[in-house]
T-cell receptor, first 111, second 116 residues
Framework: DAKTTQPPSMDCAEGRAANLPCNHS???????VYWYRQIHSQGPQYIIH???NNETNEMASLIITEDRKSSTLILPHATLRDTAVYYC????????????FGTGTRLTIIP | DGGITQSPKYLFRKEGQNVTLSCEQN?????MYWYRQDPGQGLRLIYY???????QKGDIAEGYSVSREKKESFPLTVTSAQKNPTAFYLC???????????????FGQGTRLTVV
């Protein structure tokens, strides 16, 4: 019973910005939005997270709508190494809660 | 180096045998998790542990067992009762029971189990 909805797949041209959407309409006030990605046959890797403000780090930017019901992960200049499955999850700030993943978005970067 | 380690990376077993997958972390994390991933699918939660000596069933616990006798270790046993044990198994940990702004999970590199 994942709390998020993502498109199953997306393509993006190399060098362009990749914008990955996520719907989390039932998010509660103490839940953060987290993004992970999984490159083939490896463990998922943390990318970024946020509560209500937009966030940016060296990997990506996270834009969260004002009502917090959806968000977008932005990879500003996609490279072939960004080809992966991207998972959006919501999680409270209790670090030991059940951690549930959905099916994610398979992002393919096109040369 | 701090991290989470799964071993072995590849494991082969005969049908009907129990097999135990290892997961160790030196991050001082309270919470640990086991997931199963089938080809082309997402991660499904098998078991998780919020603190040492305690654990809860996830979404697909049948045919699996775990223990959490030490904070740094959370081994998963795939029993003969698991009908389709061949899969990629991932272990993760996260910081713990206190409120914090950063509860990211750290994953191991996985164990690919093949039952023949």
């Amino acid at each position: 019973d994942a709390k998020t909805t993502q498109p199953p797949s997306m393509d993006c041209a190399e060098g362009r910005a990749a914008n990955l959407p996520c719907n989390h309409s039932t998010i509660s006030g103490n839940e953060y939005v987290y993004w992970y990605r999984q490159i083939h046959s490896q463990g998922p890797q943390y990318i970024i997270h946020g509560l209500k403000n937009n966030e940016t780090n060296e990997m990506a930017s996270l834009i969260i709508t004002e009502d917090r019901k959806s968000s977008t992960l932005i990879l500003p200049h996609a490279t072939l190494r960004d080809t992966a499955v991207y998972y959006c999850i919501v999680r409270s700030n209790f670090g030991n809660e059940k951690l549930t993943f959905g099916t994610g978005t398979r992002l393919t970067i096109i040369p | 180096d701090g991290g989470i380690t799964q071993s072995p990376k590849y494991l082969f077993r005969k049908e009907g045998q129990n097999v135990t997958l290892s997961c160790e972390q030196n991050l001082n994390h309270d919470a640990m998790y086991w997931y199963r991933q089938d080809p082309g699918q997402g991660l499904r939660l098998i078991y998780y542990s919020q603190i040492v000596n305690d654990f809860q069933k996830g979404d697909i616990a049948e045919g699996y067992s775990v223990s959490r006798e030490k904070k740094e270790s959370f081994p998963l046993t795939v029993t003969s009762a698991q009908k389709n044990p061949t899969a990629f198994y991932l272990c993760a940990s996260s910081i713990g029971s206190r409120r914090t702004m950063n509860t990211e999970a750290f994953f191991g590199q996985g164990t690919r189990l093949t039952v023949v």
